[in-house]
């Protein structure tokens, strides 16, 4: 008999936990005014938890701290403290003995295809990409996530995400609004949707727009047609806004949420001087880039990254697999570090997904290797605060601050370690993976009888 708690059992769980149990509602939304009057609202509630100690660990708090011999204390959903070996543990605390192991964030990747390019990998599932148009801000991302996708679980289970941001592809210019996810089961993408969490578009530059559409002998087929494109685009949503009354528009109502600052942009973008212009472009315009993706180049720009506050969210050491990868070099994150501007590492991959800890640090390593020493404090907020910052949830998620959602994952080892792995993984408090514990292993539905079924690695 299969004892693994399948979707509906883990639904009923929730269920009781909303008629029993006090202080099992959702974290408050945020100031993301889009996501909660959109429709599709988060319907997500947090799985039930008890108040619990991690003591003895050491604790990278994601924001560039480290304690040793530390402390971490949570109930109700939220950090309630982090400190030393004399921090008070308050009474009908459980009390985990984490002596020798480390304690993070919660692991969030900003760069994911879980869902709408789920496995298995076929035709049927390949919903990432609206590639009938260069412009499609009209398109949601969460209208193509498979809850069911096994990649959710993997993900939990071998790299602790607990967060991820779900973008369509990148074959149009304006791809579509991206969804910022909770790694939980559940039967809809609204119960994983993160609650607050402000909407994003993704935008791509360079080749694939150009070659998509080029290929198809219509505009954009240059970087030049990229651009015109998009300025075209951007006029039209400002006529749309000075409208009085315009007719119900849903590309237009993305651009505009864009121009108004509620809705992030997240730019594919691989060159510096296309980064460069883009940024020109958003002056142009008035709006801001939060993150360019895959910036293998944000190295040979990293002052102005900086001062503009835009993130790279990169790879450690992707390269060369096209003409715009090509300058790519694996000390980029390093040096963007260096120069102070903000580093996120991305998957972009439903196995890279389950390894970002080793990817930073094979980014730190290539640091070392050239002189710039990063410490493991710092590496670690590339994969959890510096990632929540570019997708507008770090008020809520990506440190172990008090009041802080309690996304939280026990490492059996050192995190920048390839021998290490999760042991426990608490989402809003509640353990959603334990390795010790094979009932404890999620299994979607669709897993039910597959071979591999709650494969772990």
Known sequence: MNTRPTL??????????????SGTQ???????ATEADAPYPSTYERYPGVPTALVGATVYDGAGG?????????ADGEVVGIGGADLAIPAGYTRIDATGKFVTPGIIDIHSHLGNYPTPSVDAHSDGNEATDPTTPEVWAEHSVWPQDPGFSRALAN?????????????????????????VPSRTVQGMKFPGAPYSMKMACGENPKRVYGGRNRMPSTRMGNFAVN??????????????????DLAMETLAGVLRGEILIQNHCYRADEMALVLD??????YTVAAFHHAVESYKIADLLRENEVCSAVWADWYGFKMEAYDAIPENAALLHQAGACVVIHSDDENGIQRLNQEAAKAQADGARMGI???????ISWITLNAARAMGIADMTGSLEAGKMADIVLWNGDPLSIYSRPEMVWIDGAVMYDMNNPAMRPVSDFELGQPGEGDTK
């Open 8 to 21: 509906v059992a883990l639904f009923a769980l929730v269920l009781a936990s909303c008629t029993t149990a």
């Open 26 to 32: 959702a974290p408050a939304a945020a100031s993301a």
């Open 66 to 74: 480290m304690i040793e011999n530390g402390t971490v204390l949570f």
């Open 159 to 183: 790299g602790g995400i607990t967060s991820l941001q779900i973008l369509p592809g990148s074959a149009n210019l304006m791809g579509g609004r991206t969804v910022t996810l909770k790694n």
């Open 231 to 248: 300025r075209e685009t951007f006029l039209q949503a400002q006529e749309y806004m000075a409208e009085e009354s315009p007719d119900r």
């Open 281 to 286: 472009m958003a002056d142009e315009f008035g």
């Open 373 to 379: 020493a990063i410490s493991d404090a710092d590496v």
